[in-house]
């Protein structure tokens, strides 16, 4: 039986309570140009204990999207245009300074792409762990701390309290990054590519701990991933991005079974060809458009083989068909 199948069992009223709505979110950098909009319409639900995944090419918006969630956007360098976030019973993009930091790495955690870098190389484990707890208002305790460790797989806890990250393997310290994350037992972890900068060897024990944590403490995920191959192993559902927006939408196995987005198709198609060692290797012709190249219509027309003018007659709506969602004219009841 499937790990979602697994969690109705175990509690189908946690399943169905809803966690996490946020809709409609958009995004702008000021940039030298200019102010310009690079995240144009992001949506996403979860329920408690779900794992949702964000894939989709370099620059499509999957970073942004989801660290503007708990308002990470820098306000020098950009602003939250529009949107809810609706978390619990708050909306997050609504809330204080001092009123986001209580929720952050308190009941949402983030794992930052190339999260290595957040840990500091001259404190010992113990010590960076313990100032995690004390900012969140928990007692610095050692035995929670190397409870912890132990949850992430790392058995010589102890000593592990007392080095430093340079004495740890790369997988040690990415155990560290998830270790710091659920100290405060978060409702839900945004991981952004946790495993895109460790060996292959390494990934599917870091997933296997992701999933393991989310199915024991009913905690809610959201990761990002270029691979389908992450997506299939973790998700309970897949957002496809592109152009700043949510392409497609649905259950993991209906998307693998039948994308219904041409991008969606073809970026399967390029992952295929990537895992038979296709001699001549499949890629989609073109590059994403840059934020700047942004116009009123399907972002993946001049790369799409089925385009029609009628693509170019403004950004497609989303269209729902039967649970999923999908931004394409093929599909808009006309
Ligand atoms: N601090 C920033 N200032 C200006 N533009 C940014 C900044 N961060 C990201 N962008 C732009 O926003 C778009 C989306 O980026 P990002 O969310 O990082 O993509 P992804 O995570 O899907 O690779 C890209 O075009 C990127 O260049
Ligand atoms: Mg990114």
């Known amino acids: 039986m499937d790990r979602f199948g697994q969690v109705e069992m175990s509690g189908a009223e946690n399943m ?6 946020v809709k409609d979110l958009r995004v702008s950098f ?3 140009k200019g102010s310009v909009q690079v995240v144009r319409g992001f949506d996403i639900s ?4 779900e794992v949702v995944g964000i894939l989709g090419e370099s620059g499509s918006g999957k970073t942004v999207s989801s660290s503007s969630i708990i308002k990470l956007v820098d306000e020098s360098l950009g602003r939250i245009d529009s949107g809810e976030a609706i978390f619990k019973d708050k909306d997050l993009l609504k809330l204080s300074g001092k009123e986001l930091k209580g929720i952050r790495g308190n009941e949402i955690s983030y794992v930052f792409q190339n999260s290595s870098a957040a840990l500091s190389p001259y404190k010992r484990i113990g010590k960076q762990l313990g100032e995690v707890l004390k900012t969140h208002g928990l007692p610095d305790s050692k035995d929670h701390i190397l409870k912890t460790l132990e949850e992430v797989g790392l058995e010589d806890g102890e000593r592990i309290f007392h080095m430093y990250p340079f004495q740890l393997s790369g997988g040690q310290n990415q155990r560290i990054m998830i270790a710091q994350c659920i100290l405060c037992s978060p409702e839900l972890l945004i991981a952004d ?7 292959a060897s390494l990934q599917k024990t870091i997933l296997d701990l992701l999933r393991d944590i989310s199915t024991r403490n009913q905690m809610s995920v959201i990761i990002i991933t270029h691979d389908f191959g992450v997506a299939k192993y973790l998700c309970d559902r897949l957002m496809v991005m592109y152009g ?3 392409l497609e939408e649905g259950a993991i196995d209906e998307i693998l079974n039948s994308p219904l987005h041409p991008y969606t198709q ?7 060809s990537l895992a038979e ?6 890629t989609i012709e073109g590059a994403p458009p840059t934020p700047y190249q942004f116009r009123d219509e399907c972002p993946f027309y001049s ?4 385009r029609e003018d009628a693509c170019r007659e403004g950004i497609p709506e989303r269209t729902d068909i039967d649970g999923r969602k999908v931004r394409c004219i093929k599909y808009e009841k006309r």
């Open 16 to 21: 169905m309570e809803k966690l996490l709505d």
């Open 30 to 32: 000021y940039g030298d």
């Open 46 to 49: 979860l329920h408690k204990g």
């Open 193 to 199: 590519e946790p495993t895109s900068s460790i060996d």
């Open 244 to 246: 700043g927006l949510v």
């Open 266 to 272: 073809e970026l399967m198609r390029c992952a295929r």
């Open 277 to 282: 060692d296709d001699e001549t290797m499949y």
């Open 303 to 306: 790369r799409c083989s089925l």
